[in-house]
């Protein structure tokens, strides 16, 4: 389609909007210097699970995950959740506003270049919605924020072995227990390819549902599962 070409050509070549603050910007992500400066940047976090941790306890595991050790080697999270990105992620979910998807996936992607050596997943799998979910939102977020990293970083993105066979409430509004109970068999995979993969989600709260997705792809045959998520709120 002619216009589509048109647009996309115009937005290759003229400097992009911010999405926060609308100015016109040479920086090559979807926001501004100035904006990508304010944003809540994760500095220290547990690396196994990505939960909060103070300054003084910088890189060291934290004491849940030394209890009991979750499902998938380490946790890479470049955004803390605070007000303005929660408005990123409503955006990005309840507004079909996928330009959010983008700039998630550049702040992550820059995140896992500055991570990894050599030893990159072999694919990324983002964690699935629900069919009745994905009928009435019409997309997958995670889903699109992978379909944008896998193309910078020259990952696959892999959708296709899993899916998700129980609608689940959202976990905050839950207590401990029934969080737990929340996602148990929420998650089926057929037999995997891949021994190494990173699961991908747009915000982990409790860490539940990462867990269970990644409890099934280690019964399909995974070895070594990173979880990538984009932010992470203060609490647990
Ligand atoms: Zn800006
Ligand atoms: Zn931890």
Request: hydrophobic share 35%.
């Amino acid at each position: 389609m002619p216009l589509i070409w048109l647009k996309k050509t115009l937005n290759h070549w003229l400097p992009q909007a911010c999405v926060l603050c609308h100015c016109y910007h040479a920086n090559p992500m979807a926001l501004c210097d100035e904006c990508e400066a304010s944003l809540p940047w994760l500095h220290h976090s547990c690396p196994r699970c990505g939960a909060h941790q103070s300054l003084m306890a910088e890189d060291t595991t934290c004491g849940n995950c030394l209890l009991e050790a979750p499902p998938y080697e380490q946790t890479l999270c470049p955004l803390s959740y605070d007000s303005t990105v929660g408005k990123f992620i409503y955006q990005l979910k309840f507004n079909h506003n996928l330009l959010y998807a983008r700039l998630f996936a550049q702040l992550l992607s820059r995140r896992v270049q500055g991570h990894y050596h050599t030893d990159l997943p072999e694919a990324i799998i983002p964690v699935p919605l629900h069919r009745s979910r994905m009928r009435k939102r019409g997309y997958n977020q995670a889903l699109e924020i992978g379909r944008y990293l896998s193309k910078q970083l020259t990952v696959p993105l892999d959708y296709q072995h899993c899916w998700r066979t129980k609608q689940t409430k959202a976990q905050a509004q839950l207590d401990f227990k029934a969080r737990q109970g929340n996602v148990s068999r929420a998650f089926r995979a057929r037999p995997m390819p891949y021994r190494h993969v990173a699961v991908l989600d747009d915000v982990v709260t409790t860490g539940n549902t990462a867990k269970a997705f990644c409890q099934t792809l280690q019964k399909a045959g995974v070895k070594r599962i990173d979880v990538w998520c984009c932010a992470r709120p203060p609490f647990d």
